[in-house]
């Protein structure tokens, strides 16, 4: 893992054009991973299914530092669809149904986060207009009460955690 390093214009884009939709509840997956699992046991980690994950990662970080958001936008739109493969249920209805949405918006790419199932997020990539994407939100959010719009920022530095520590040594 390290971290990208690209110029702030694209940066700022990137930052002004992605959305974090939160689909209404937590992100529960254990009984559709475990199927998953149980699938892939005889595939192996060499795993085609896997594979096509995996080169969805590198797309995207190619397509980062070269500041072609249609390419990322591909990868992400790949990358759900190769979750989709490995089982239907890890792309929920409700992640289908803000993609279809997302995608009448014009949106050029969409990713069901973490391992897939239901709950949990919907990250997507907006066209270039900054209405549309406003326009895009407000219907995600009027389709079902839950969908909620998160405000993202995008960390050059990734997850950074401060400890602080009590005079006796302990974390508090």
Same mark, same amino acid.
């Given at each position: ?47 085609? /299914? &896997?594979?096509?994950?995996? *080169?969805?990662?590198?797309?995207? @970080?190619?397509?980062?530092? %070269?500041? =072609? !958001?249609? $390419? ?12 989709? /493969? &490995?089982?239907?249920?890890? *792309?929920?209805?409700?992640?289908? @149904?803000?993609?279809?949405? %997302?995608? =009448? !918006?014009? $949106? ?65």
């Amino acid at each position: 893992v390290s971290q990208i390093h690209v110029p702030n214009a694209v940066w700022w884009e990137l930052e002004r054009r992605l959305a974090l939709i939160y689909l209404g509840k937590s992100h529960v997956s254990s009984k559709v991973h475990e199927k998953v699992i149980a699938e892939l046991q005889d595939e192996g980690p060499e795993s085609p /299914r &896997l594979q096509a994950l995996r *080169v969805t990662a590198e797309k995207s @970080r190619d397509a980062v530092y %070269a500041g =072609d !958001f249609r $390419a990322l936008g591909q990868a992400m739109i790949e990358n759900t669809e190769a979750q989709g /493969r &490995l089982h239907p249920d890890l *792309v929920s209805h409700d992640a289908q @149904r803000v993609i279809e949405i %997302a995608r =009448d !918006f014009g $949106a050029v790419g969409w990713k069901v986060n973490g391992a897939g199932g239901e709950g949990g997020s919907v990250t997507l990539l907006c066209p270039e207009q900054s209405y549309v994407k406003r326009e895009m939100i407000r219907a995600i959010e009027a389709e079902n009460p839950h969908y909620r719009h998160i405000p993202i920022y995008l960390s050059r530095f990734g997850l950074r955690i401060w400890e602080q520590y009590s005079a006796q040594g302990r974390a508090v």
